[in-house]
C-alpha cells in the first residue's frame, strides 16, 4: 500500500485548465500503473487516464486529446495536465495506484474540479 495526496483542482472557466499532481508516500518506480479517476455527483467513478511503470498511456474517450497524465519516479509525483476543460468534467479526481502482488489499489482522498459555463 503507499498513501497518496491530490492537489490542484479548483474553479476553472470552461476552456481553461488545470494540473493535478498526486504525490506519493514512498517510491513509485515498481508501482505498475497509476492512475486518474473522476466521479461527478450521481455517476459512478470513471476511468480518466492511466500510466504504465514503463510510461505507456491510456485514456477514457471524453478525455482523449484534451488531458495528459505523466509521471516522475524521481520525484514520486504523477500529474495530470487537463487542457481545454468542459463543464461536463466537473468532479472529484482521484489518483490510484495498483501495485504488483497485491489486488488492492490505493486512492488518494480526491481533489475538486469544478468547471464553470
Known amino acids: 500500500q503507499v498513501q497518496l495526496v491530490e492537489s490542484g483542482g479548483g474553479l476553472v472557466q470552461a476552456g481553461g485548465s488545470l494540473r493535478l499532481s498526486c504525490a506519493a508516500s514512498r517510491s513509485i518506480f515498481s508501482i505498475a500503473v497509476m492512475g486518474w479517476y473522476r466521479q461527478a455527483p450521481g455517476k459512478q467513478r470513471e476511468l480518466v487516464a492511466t500510466?504504465?511503470?514503463?510510461?505507456?498511456?491510456g485514456y477514457g474517450d471524453s478525455v482523449k486529446g484534451r488531458l495528459t497524465i505523466s509521471r516522475d519516479n524521481a520525484k514520486n509525483t504523477v500529474t495530470l495536465q487537463m487542457n481545454s476543460l468542459k463543464p461536463e468534467d466537473t468532479a472529484v479526481y482521484y489518483c490510484?495506484?495498483?501495485?504488483?502482488?497485491?489486488?488492492?489499489?490505493?486512492w488518494g482522498q480526491g481533489t475538486q474540479v469544478t468547471v464553470s459555463s
Open positions: 490510484r495506484a495498483d501495485t504488483l502482488g497485491s489486488i488492492i489499489p490505493s
Open positions: 500510466i504504465t511503470s514503463g510510461g505507456s498511456t
